[in-house]
């Protein structure tokens, strides 16, 4: 990966095109770490309606601790997405080229420790799928703040139900029949980037999801390793950058 496009990534000044390569890419690590979380605990960490939704189910049936894990899972989730913008808001006071790139490597180092210890930590018996649980809803908050503040709201990459919703909105656009007297003003055009910007995103996660799946099959927690080395590409190079600017402005002191 050329080193300036690494750094154009995560930038504040990026331009839409690596806005849509961040989010393609972050995509494919959340539908990879869903599809892992399922075949662990059962849960898509990433998934807060069908959590909230359940939440509401268990306290109806009276499954407290299972409302418990519920909501544990949602304030973990906010959690992640709290210390990403806290990341982010003192990056951008200190003006750090990485306010983007730190919580990314934040998510990176969880998935490292999580890679390596899950094996040990899954015969912890009822301790492991709460902690699992709670950890992955904060990651999936972490990384969807991240692309969220860096896109202006308009890429999100941990779960598709408003991306699928936009997609369709963008294909009845596509396919809708404009009368030929109709003015500029009530013609009805697609915006096609946007339609293939949001096909993509789909796809990279449909394919995080299936790899991630395969990962975890063959080679169990190791399998996140990989997760790790992509999300540390994405954020290493602006973190170094401002390293050496504080170790230029501490020679010069």
Known sequence: M???YARSLTSQQGSSRTIRHLGFTLAFIAGAANAGAYLAVQIYTSHMTGIVSSLADHLVLGEFTLALGAMGAVLSFLMGAMTSAIMINYGRRRALRSQF???LLLEAGLFLVFGLMGST???VTGLFVPAT???LCFM?????AVITKISGAVVRTTHLTGVITDLGIELGK???WNRVDAGPEHRVVADRLRLRMLGLLILFFLVGGVLGAIGFKQFGYLATLPLAGILVLLSVVPVVDDLRGAALETGDA
Do not use: D, E, R, S
């Open 2 to 4: 050329p080193i300036q």
């Open 101 to 103: 790139a730190l919580p």
């Open 121 to 123: 930590l899954a015969g």
């Open 133 to 135: 649980v709670m950890l």
């Open 140 to 144: 999936m908050g972490l990384q969807n």
């Open 174 to 176: 596509l396919i809708y």
